[in-house]
């Protein structure tokens, strides 16, 4: 079945970097764009980034652009999100997501904690 895995969240100080890993299995990772969404305490689903399957284009909202990275690699089904200049609005669960077949997929999501 499809399973999404994320992690390398924690605690950082404003201004300070993380790198999200997402190990994806169950169905053929390459073929399929994905995403990175996050849900801040209190709050709704946002939408942080895009790629598409073979990682040639990407897709930021405004409030991350310049300072967040999506990347992949194909070779080990993993997605990434290299995220510097934590601020403390950043401060989320993290997950990684995938459409398919008209469904959506979500890993059990990672904490990031941007204070100081």
């Known amino acids: 079945q499809v399973q999404l895995v994320e992690s390398g969240g924690g605690l950082v100080q404003p201004g300070g970097s993380l790198r999200l890993s997402c190990v994806a299995s169950?169905?053929?990772?390459?073929?399929?764009?994905m995403s990175w969404v996050r849900q801040a305490p209190g709050k709704g689903l946002e939408w942080v980034s895009d790629?598409?399957?073979?990682?040639?284009?990407?897709y930021y909202a405004d409030s991350v652009k310049g300072r967040f990275t999506i990347s992949r690699d194909n070779a080990k089904n993993t997605l990434y999100l290299q995220m510097n200049s934590l601020k403390p609005e950043d401060t989320a669960v993290y997950y990684c997501e995938v459409g398919l077949s008209g469904h959506d997929y979500w890993g059990q999501g990672t904490q990031v904690t941007v204070s100081s």
């Open positions: 790629i598409n399957s073979g990682g040639g284009s990407t």
């Open positions: 169950g169905f053929t990772f390459s073929s399929y764009a």
